[in-house]
């Protein structure tokens, strides 16, 4: 089994900062890709920023330049976070942990945490 959990949601003033963390634990095998969607309620989600197992990272136009994606897998646990700066109000959503690939028995893995809410206030 895998686990997910987010962590650094909250409320943020416009051109403020916040730093969102996931945490993945479980069978998880290597390559995978850890990202972040967001989705805004009547919306679907969005990627936002993904990283890879080997370090390569991607993100949306939209917080390209603002934002910061990295990863820390050295232990048992992975660890992904996103650092967003310069917020703005369009970055209000729910934010979602997703890591994509497959376990170590060889089954296929798309696992999502429950979400954290970011609000920026303008």
């Known amino acids: 089994q895998v686990y997910i959990e987010e962590s650094g949601g909250g409320l943020a003033q416009s051109g403020g900062s916040l730093k969102l963390s996931c945490s993945a634990t479980g069978n998880i095998a290597s390559p995978y890709v850890m990202a972040w969607h967001r989705q805004v309620p009547g919306k679907q989600r969005e990627l936002v920023a993904a990283?890879?197992?080997?370090?390569?990272?991607?993100?949306v136009p939209s917080v390209k330049g603002r934002s910061t994606i990295s990863i820390d897998n050295a232990g048992s646990k992975i660890t992904m976070t996103l650092q967003m700066n310069i917020l703005k109000p369009e970055d209000t959503a729910v934010y979602y942990c997703n890591v994509n690939g497959s376990t170590t028995w060889g089954m296929s893995l798309d696992a999502w945490g429950p979400g954290t809410s970011v609000t920026v206030s303008s």
């Open positions: 990283v890879t197992s080997g370090g390569s990272t991607e993100y």
